[in-house]
C-alpha cells in the first residue's frame, strides 16, 4: 500500500509562484511513476506533468510548459514548482503513483494511488 498526501496550495495572484509537494511513503520507491493531475471546477481531470524513475523522464502538459516543472528528491517527494500563474490555473492539482514504466503515462487510470487533493487558486 502507498500512501499520497499533497501540500502547498493556496491563493496566490496573477504571475505569481507556487510549489506543491507530494510525500509517498509505505511501499513506494524511485521506481514509481509519479504525477500531478488538477480538476478546475465544473471540469474533467486532466494531466498536468509526470516522471519516470528518479526524474531521468519527465513530460510536462502543453497548457503549462515553459511554466511549470516538475521533479522529485531522494526521499520520493515530488515536487511542481508553478512560475507565472494564471486564472486558468485555478484547479484541485492531485498528485498520484504508478507503477514502474518506461514512458510517462498521461492517463489517470494508469495510476494506483492519489492524493486528496490540494487547491490552488490564482486570483487578483
Known amino acids: 500500500q502507498v500512501q499520497v498526501a499533497e501540500s502547498g496550495g493556496g491563493l496566490v495572484q496573477p504571475g505569481g509562484s507556487l510549489k506543491l509537494s507530494c510525500a509517498a511513503s509505505?511501499?513506494?520507491?524511485?521506481?514509481?511513476?509519479m504525477a500531478w493531475f488538477r480538476r478546475p471546477s465544473g471540469k474533467d481531470r486532466e494531466f498536468v506533468a509526470g516522471l519516470i524513475w528518479s526524474g531521468v523522464g519527465t513530460l510536462v502538459a502543453d497548457s503549462v510548459k515553459g511554466r511549470f516543472t516538475i521533479s522529485r528528491d531522494a526521499k520520493n517527494t515530488l515536487f511542481l514548482q508553478m512560475n507565472k500563474l494564471e486564472p486558468e490555473d485555478t484547479a484541485v492539482y492531485y498528485c498520484?503513483?504508478?507503477?514502474?514504466?518506461?514512458?510517462?503515462?498521461?492517463?489517470?487510470?494508469?495510476?494506483?494511488?492519489w492524493g486528496q487533493g490540494t487547491q490552488v487558486t490564482v486570483s487578483s
Open positions: 509505505g511501499r513506494a520507491d524511485s521506481r514509481n511513476s
Open positions: 498520484a503513483v504508478g507503477p514502474l514504466r518506461n514512458l510517462v503515462s498521461r492517463i489517470e487510470s494508469e495510476y494506483d494511488y
